[in-house]
C-alpha cells in the first residue's frame, strides 16, 4: 500500500468501524423519523454517505459520474438525495440493508485504496463541485488526493448528523409508558 494512505486507510477505517457500530440494536423507525416533513433522517443520512461514496470512488477510477447513476444498482443509493433527485427518503429500510450498502461500498473503497499509486494520487478526476452534485454545470476537475480527504471529512460530517438525529429521536419521541 502507498505508504502517503496510510494515515487515510487508517482513519477511514476507524470511522466506517463507529458508523457501523452506531447502527447496532436501532429499530427501523429511528432510520425513518425526521424533526420535520422533509427533513434529513438517519436513513437517508446514511445512503446519502454510501452513494456518495460510490460516485467518488466511481470518479477516481475513471467513470463519468453522470452515468453511474444511470447503472444498474445505483437505485440503492439514490434515496440517500431525496432533495437533490426531488423523490421520497427511504423509509421501512432494516438496519441489515444499510450496514450491508456501507460494508460492501467499503470494501470496494479499502480495494482502490490499496492500489492507489502515488502518480495517481496526484492526477485528476472529474467530480461535482461543492453544493453542485447532480447538476449539469457541477463538475470540475479535482485532484484524487482531495478527493479521497473529502470522502472521509464527507462521512464524519454525516456522522455527526446521524449521532444529533439519533439523540433528537430519543428525546422529542416520547417513548411508551409500560
Known amino acids: 500500500m502507498n505508504p502517503e494512505l496510510l494515515g487515510l ?5 476507524l470511522s466506517r468501524t463507529i458508523l457501523l457500530s452506531d447502527l447496532k440494536g436501532l429499530k427501523t423507525e429511528t ?27 466511481a470518479s477516481i477510477k475513471g467513470e463519468d459520474v453522470r452515468r453511474v447513476t444511470q447503472q444498474p444498482g445505483w437505485h440503492r443509493f439514490a434515496p440517500g438525495f431525496p432533495r437533490e ?8 429500510l432494516p438496519v441489515e440493508h444499510y450496514r450491508d450498502l456501507l460494508v460492501e461500498q467499503g470494501s470496494v473503497t479499502l480495494g482502490l485504496l490499496e492500489k492507489m499509486t502515488p502518480e ?18 457541477g463538475l470540475e476537475k479535482k485532484e484524487n488526493r482531495q478527493l479521497l480527504v473529502a470522502l472521509l471529512q ?15 429521536f430519543g428525546v422529542l419521541i416520547p417513548q411508551k409508558q409500560r
Not at 9 to 13: I, K, Q
Not at 85 to 92: D, E
Not at 121 to 129: E, K
Open 154 to 168: 464527507h462521512e464524519q460530517y454525516h456522522r455527526g448528523q446521524i449521532t444529533l438525529l439519533k439523540h433528537l
Open 31 to 57: 432510520f425513518d423519523w425526521s424533526v420535520a416533513p422533509g427533513a434529513v433522517t438517519v436513513g437517508s443520512s446514511l445512503l446519502h454517505i454510501v452513494g456518495f461514496e460510490h460516485l467518488l470512488v
Open 9 to 13: 486507510v487508517s482513519n477511514y477505517r
Open 85 to 92: 433527485l426531488k423523490i421520497p427518503p427511504p423509509h421501512g
Open 120 to 137: 495517481r494520487l496526484d492526477l485528476t478526476s472529474i467530480f461535482y463541485a461543492d453544493r453542485k452534485i447532480f447538476q449539469e454545470d
